[in-house]
Nanobody, 114 residues
Framework: VQLQASGGGSVQAGGSLRLSCAAS????????MSWYRQAPGNQRELVAK???????NYIDSVKGRFTISRDITENKVYLQMDSLKPEDTAVYYC?????????WGQGTLVTVSS
C-alpha cells in the first residue's frame, strides 16, 4: 500500500489543522491506521490509532484535542488537531498495518508558534 499524507502547515497556538492520509488500497482491509510524529531530537511516537473496527486510541498529551477518523469510501484517514500547542510541532507520519506488513507515508510538517 502507498500512503500520501498532507495537511501540515504553520499555525499559532490554539489553532487547528487537519491532516489527511490517502491510501492506495481499501482501508477497510487494513488492520490499523495510525498517525505518528517526530519532533527534532526526539524519537517517533504514536499519536493516534484507528482499527479496522473503528476503535481509537490516543496518547495522553493529545486526548481531548486530536481526533482520528476515517472515510472508508475515499480510503482516507484524518487527524483533526485542535487547540494546538507549540509542543505539537513535529513531522507527522501516517502508518498502515495489515497482517505482518506495514507501510509509512511521507511526513508532513506541523509547526505551532506561541
Amino acid at each position: 500500500v502507498q500512503l500520501q499524507a498532507s495537511g501540515g502547515g504553520s499555525v499559532q497556538a490554539g489553532g487547528s489543522l487537519r491532516l489527511s492520509c490517502a491510501a492506495s488500497m481499501r482501508i477497510i482491509s487494513i488492520n490499523a491506521m495510525s498517525w505518528y510524529r517526530q519532533a527534532p531530537g526526539n524519537q517517533r511516537e504514536l499519536v493516534a490509532k484507528i482499527t479496522a473496527r473503528g476503535f481509537t486510541n490516543y496518547i495522553d498529551s493529545v486526548k481531548g484535542r486530536f481526533t482520528i477518523s476515517r472515510d472508508i469510501t475515499e480510503n482516507k484517514v484524518y487527524l483533526q488537531m485542535d487547540s494546538l500547542k507549540p509542543e505539537d510541532t513535529a513531522v507527522y507520519y501516517c502508518k498502515a498495518e495489515w497482517g505482518p506488513r506495514s507501510a509509512w507515508g511521507q511526513g508532513t510538517l506541523v509547526t505551532v508558534s506561541s
